[in-house]
């Protein structure tokens, strides 16, 4: 498999960071990817993975190898009563969600229109519209980035949390995601608690019914990133104890708060960041989205330490406001 040399990369991350790759390499088995984490090991060279780059922060230029994962082929198993979508990595996940809700098939239709490939997702545990990777997910593959050994993680051992997951943690360098193995169902099982979804659609909605609402709403609330270079919410939402919450809550009676039932809430950071007065906010090459106060877009000519200068900036005056601490989405590469 061809190992690419000096391969640039700004048009492989949303944010269209300027980064170059000093190598890269797309393999489509497993054979070729153990080959290429072999031949890595031999040689000494680092490895960063990367999917479609919606959920990064590239620097300059990485040296070493580029992996990005290309395994592009999906299929359904049933399993007595059940079925079991079997997932390669490079599967795009927009693209398996439409493929899934237009069979009928229910349990991802809420995660439409997220960018980037299946392998990463279960990396920062995608979520949105009250569902998460971790409510569909049956099992992970992963290979071993030193040996090649390929063995499986059922959901529990994913450590699957907020926005979290074991591939950030213990073994966030260690594995390559080669595959996942998603529960669906034909029988209904709509998720339309969450925002104003309930109110688009009629009262049995089909999976293709739900998914195109929810791609309807964020066409709405977000930028895309081929019109306005972003990646998403650059901000989690905060947690802070429930006692914090309710201080706040007798200053700010209309802040949206999210009793987690366990002592902690959650706070919007987009609502924090909008009180600020921050929408629309510009610093060089980067800003605060004028309707969407979480996502910080990039007009072009900037680098990361803009963007990061600027996420500095934001962070500092919802500290300064709210006492709250906001911390970054995208995972920063290092090179
Ligand atoms: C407009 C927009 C909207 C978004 N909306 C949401 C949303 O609603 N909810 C949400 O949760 N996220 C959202 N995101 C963030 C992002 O789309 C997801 O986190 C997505 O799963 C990232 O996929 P990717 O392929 O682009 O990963 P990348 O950004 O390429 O990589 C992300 C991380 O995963 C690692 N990685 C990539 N592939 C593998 C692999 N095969 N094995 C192990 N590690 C790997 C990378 O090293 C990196 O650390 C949004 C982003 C954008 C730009």
């Not at 490895?47 to 990005?68: D, E, Q, Y």
């Not at 090459?285 to 309707?291: E, P, T, Y």
């Amino acid at each position: 498999m061809a190992v690419q040399r000096e391969v640039d990369l700004s048009h492989a991350n949303t944010l269209r960071l300027p980064c170059v790759a000093e190598r890269y390499a797309a393999p489509r088995t497993l054979n070729q990817l153990q080959s290429v984490l072999a031949q890595a090991n031999r040689l000494g060279w680092a490895v960063t993975l990367l999917g479609g780059g919606s959920n990064v922060l590239l620097p300059a230029r990485l040296s070493g190898i580029v992996i990005r994962p290309a395994f592009a082929q999906w299929w359904l198993k049933a399993e007595g009563n059940q079925l079991f979508a079997h997932v390669g990595a490079g599967v795009n996940w927009h693209r398996l969600v439409m493929e899934l809700a237009a069979a009928g098939l229910w349990g991802t239709e809420n995660l439409a229109l997220i960018p980037g490939d299946c392998g990463a997702a279960p990396v920062q545990n995608i979520g949105a519209y009250g569902v998460e990777l971790a409510d569909v997910i049956e099992a992970v593959q992963v290979v071993d980035r030193s040996s090649g050994h390929v063995r499986w993680l059922n959901r529990d051992a994913c450590q699957f949390g907020y926005r979290d997951s074991i591939f950030k943690g213990a073994l966030a360098e260690n594995v390559v995601i080669s595959q996942l193995v998603l529960r669906l169902s034909r029988l209904p099982m709509a998720k339309l608690g969450y925002g104003d979804l309930a109110s688009r659609l009629p009262e049995s909605p089909t999976p293709l019914a739900v998914a195109n609402a929810v791609c309807a709403i964020r066409r709405e609330k977000l930028p895309d990133p081929e019109e306005l270079a972003n990646a998403g919410s650059f901000f989690k939402n905060p947690f802070v104890t429930d006692q914090v919450a309710d201080e706040l809550r007798q200053q700010y009676p209309d802040m949206p708060c999210f009793p987690q039932g366990d002592g902690r809430t959650k706070l919007a950071a987009g609502w924090l960041i909008d009180q600020c007065g921050l929408k629309g906010f510009r610093q060089g090459a980067f800003a605060v989205h004028q309707r969407q106060a979480l996502v910080l877009v990039h007009f072009g000519g900037g680098n990361r330490q803009g963007l990061l200068a600027l996420a500095r900036t934001v962070s500092e005056k919802v500290a300064a406001r709210f006492g709250v601490t906001l911390t970054p989405e995208p995972r920063l590469i290092t090179g």
